[in-house]
């Protein structure tokens, strides 16, 4: 094979690698979309650029029909209360990390992907982190902050 071919193979390869399991904002349901912002959160020591759910319709839909998570996506509920989430919807299993209204992490859950059970949270919580199942969580009692500032919408979800 020349390198030429080998190059081009490569580059039309990771473009369907980009359109099927890429990062798009595409991949965030439609009627949530406009209710997603990129921001900085502060986790920990550390800060990242990822997408938080903002909008009541946003909060509902979350990760419904997303085939792949790349990034955690973050629902900011305001004010703190006791909160429940499902999988039904949601093709991927995940894990969850409940925050309390100290901004502190208190606790997880874990769904099986198009389960109907209720992960409900036993205190109030003002943050709530959806990662991709076996995915690094932080701590227990790490801080997690979400910051007003926007930043650079990342390659997708």
Same mark, same amino acid.
């Given at each position: 094979m020349t390198m030429r071919r080998a190059l081009l193979l490569g580059?039309? @390869?990771?473009?369907?690698?980009?359109?099927?399991? /890429?990062? %798009?904002?595409?991949?965030?349901?439609?009627?949530?979309?406009? @209710?997603v912002q990129w921001r900085e959160v502060d986790i920990g020591a550390g800060q990242e650029c990822l997408p938080v759910a903002l909008s009541a319709a946003?909060?509902?839909?979350?990760?419904?029909?997303?085939?792949?998570?790349l990034e955690p996506m973050v629902f900011d509920i305001r004010p703190a209360k006791v909160s429940a989430f499902w999988m039904h919807?949601?093709?991927?299993?995940? %894990?969850?990390?409940?925050v309390n209204d100290r901004s502190r992490v208190f606790g997880y859950w874990h769904g099986r992907a198009r389960s109907d059970r209720l992960h409900r949270s036993v205190l109030p919580v003002s943050l709530v982190m959806e990662y991709a199942a076996g995915a690094q969580l932080p701590r227990r009692g790490t801080r997690v902050f979400v910051t007003s500032a926007p930043c650079n919408m990342g390659? /997708?979800?």
């Open positions: 580059l039309v @390869g990771f473009g369907l690698a980009v359109l099927l399991f /890429g990062k %798009s904002a595409r991949s965030i349901p439609p009627a949530a979309a406009a @209710g946003a909060l509902r839909e979350g990760l419904m029909g997303i085939r792949a998570v919807d949601t093709r991927v299993p995940l %894990s969850g990390v409940w390659p /997708g979800l």
